[in-house]
């Protein structure tokens, strides 16, 4: 079993790793076992192999003569979408489940980024060139090989996406005033990919105005991406909130370490200052 103490551990070392070194399933599965009162990750770490091993299995000399991006692509879909059954849940889009790895290998089911995870990890156990994408809304990656690229969507048994669509699904997203722009194509780091995952939870707990939760998952985004500011401010907005005052404070001076934004500086070391007069 892997106790909440474990998990914090597991995500505690990933927070001191260099980003390209981040195993983004294992990753996600520790993130995952914080949210769950007993979790046996064996099982899970296991069904990921199996991934990597069904995906290695095709991957032969034949393939190899043939290669592809195109074959890639068909492959990745092949495992993990026709093999394992994994799909995007279009019916309960935003059940919690989906953003919690353990329970969307249990499932099959989940949302663009939490896919996107098996699609890379998959990927690259086999040394092929995948990224997440920066594009809003709904997570997307990369597959790159040489010169050749394509988008493909996760979420939608990876699909290539064209322009067009990138653009329609933009829109329905974004608004129908929104544009493609080529912030939008730009990768993302791994820790990014990370944080993309949990704010979905986090975004959820805040809809429901459960704050007490949203703190938790703040505090397991900050085990893993210790150095983000936002993740600091955050936090010190939301103790503030509940009336835990020290905490709120020691969370923005933190921020105010690690920030660049005088902007957001100077209004913090207001807010820092008229907090240390509430709280003598």
Not at 216 to 238: C, D, K, N, Q, Y
């Amino acid at each position: 079993m892997t106790s909440h103490a474990e998990a914090r551990e597991i995500l505690r070392q990933i927070g001191d790793q260099p980003d390209d070194a981040i195993n983004l399933a294992e990753a996600a599965l520790a993130l995952a076992a914080l949210d769950v009162s007993t979790a046996d990750l064996t099982g899970y770490r296991r069904h990921i192999q199996a991934i990597v091993a069904d995906l290695a299995e095709r991957v032969d000399d034949a393939f190899r003569e043939a290669d592809s991006l195109e074959a890639r692509i068909a492959l990745l879909h092949q495992v993990i979408g026709e093999r394992h059954g994994y799909s995007g849940d279009h019916d309960t889009y935003d059940d919690l489940q989906n953003a919690n790895m353990m329970r969307v290998i249990d499932r099959r089911r989940g949302l663009p980024v939490a896919l996107g995870i098996l699609y890379m990890h998959a990927a690259r156990s086999q040394g092929w060139s995948i990224v997440g994408l920066n594009f809003p809304g709904h997570f997307l990656v990369r597959v790159d090989l040489g010169s050749a690229r394509a988008i493909i969507d996760p979420f939608n048994e990876g699909q290539v996406r064209s322009v067009v669509d990138l653009r329609d699904l933009l829109k329905a997203t974004a608004g129908s005033a929104a544009e493609l722009s080529p912030d939008h194509y730009q990768p993302v780091a791994n820790r990014d990919v990370l944080l993309r995952l949990q704010n979905n939870i986090k975004l959820r707990h805040l809809s429901a105005h459960d704050i007490p939760k949203a703190l938790e998952i703040l505090e397991g985004m900050r085990l893993f991406a210790p150095h983000e500011p936002a993740l600091w401010r955050e936090t010190g907005l939301l103790e503030a909130h509940t009336g835990k005052l020290a905490d709120a404070i020691t969370a923005l001076e933190t921020f105010m370490a690690l920030s660049g934004d005088e902007h957001q500086r100077h209004q913090t070391a207001s807010l820092i200052q008229t907090l240390k007069k509430r709280l003598n």
